[in-house]
């Protein structure tokens, strides 16, 4: 099924991300968590990729298994790191495979692939326009609530964010936020600017408070003091940190559905109780 017509049933959804492992000795465990985050039943899973391409395989063994078990997967693509070539190989093997939905992405810009004169791709709008102008594969972008941390300024981000839904996004998925009302802004500007295609909204249950802290500070998350007292307290106590993270990420998604965001993405990070956890506290919700 593709992304976009779960969208279109306007209905409250929730779905989770699993990321693939890195060596063929955790595959088996990767692959086990993810059949159990599906017996959620979620409105999709998507499966990240390795910034290096270096999960590109399990990326897509992952899909496909997910797909098997009847749940619809989304798999990233990144694309700075690739040839042309390599790309395609990728999409062909997507497209093989019957994955019908890809969250195109450029990847981070890490220290071994700094060498632009070598890149075949600069930016995900390449990406998307490839993907669209060959395939009929449903196609998300990344979005920055609080502006993408390369770029000088928020509005510089939006003008750019436009060119890749122009290239043919169907949908944006947004990076983590911590505030709600962050996102309204942000949405209420992308309005403004002509970007008018449903935006899902993505959301990370705070199980570790130490890790959030290095997280944050990558991504140019704000985490709000509210939430940062809750981090104080409770990071040295990993249990009520989990309980804890798991009530904020619940709130913040009860609040999203009251004011019409109905699609939720949650970065589950292969934690299937957590996931559970989440759902449960949202059954009658999304029933
Ligand atoms: P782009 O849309 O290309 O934007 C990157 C930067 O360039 C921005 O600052 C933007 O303003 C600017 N820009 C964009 N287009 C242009 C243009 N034409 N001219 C000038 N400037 C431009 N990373 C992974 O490695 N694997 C994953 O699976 C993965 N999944 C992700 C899922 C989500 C929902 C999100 C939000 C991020 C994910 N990332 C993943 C991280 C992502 O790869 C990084 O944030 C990366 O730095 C930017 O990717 P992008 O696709 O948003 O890039």
């Known amino acids: 099924m593709k992304i976009i017509d779960i969208i279109k049933s306007g209905k409250p959804s929730l779905s989770f991300e699993v990321f693939p492992p890195k060596t063929s000795d955790s595959f088996d465990g990767v692959k086990k968590a993810s059949e159990e985050i599906a017996t959620l039943s979620p409105s999709f899973m998507s499966v990240t990729y390795g910034a290096g391409g270096g999960t590109s395989e399990y990326t897509l063994k992952i899909a496909q298994n997910l797909q098997s078990k009847g749940v619809t997967a989304l798999a990233h693509l990144t694309c700075v ?123 990370m249950p705070v199980t570790n408070g130490k890790q959030i802290k290095r997280t944050c500070a990558l991504s140019g998350s704000v985490l709000p003091q509210r939430f940062k007292a809750i981090v104080d307290k409770y990071s040295d106590n990993p249990e009520a940190m989990k309980q804890a993270g798991i009530a904020y990420a619940t709130e913040q998604i009860i609040d999203l559905y009251a004011n019409g965001i109905n699609v939720v993405h949650i970065y589950s990070m292969n934690k299937f109780d957590v996931a559970k956890k989440i759902r449960d506290n949202i059954s009658e919700i999304i029933k």
């Open 81 to 203: 790191n690739s040839t042309k070539e390599e790309v395609e190989m990728r999409l062909k093997m997507l497209k093989k495979s019957g994955i019908e939905n890809v969250l195109a992405l450029r990847g981070d810009i890490t220290p071994e692939n700094q060498n632009r004169e070598k890149w075949d791709y600069h930016y995900a709008n390449e990406l998307v326009t490839q993907i669209k102008k060959e395939y009929d594969f449903c196609v998300g972008g990344a979005c920055y609530p609080e502006g993408h941390p390369e770029c000088e300024t928020q509005s510089l981000d939006i003008k750019n964010l436009k060119r890749k839904v122009e290239a043919g996004c169907d949908f944006l998925t947004t990076q983590m936020f911590f505030d709600n009302n962050i996102l309204y802004n942000f949405i209420y500007k992308l309005r403004e600017n002509g970007i008018n295609v449903p935006i899902i909204a993505g959301i």
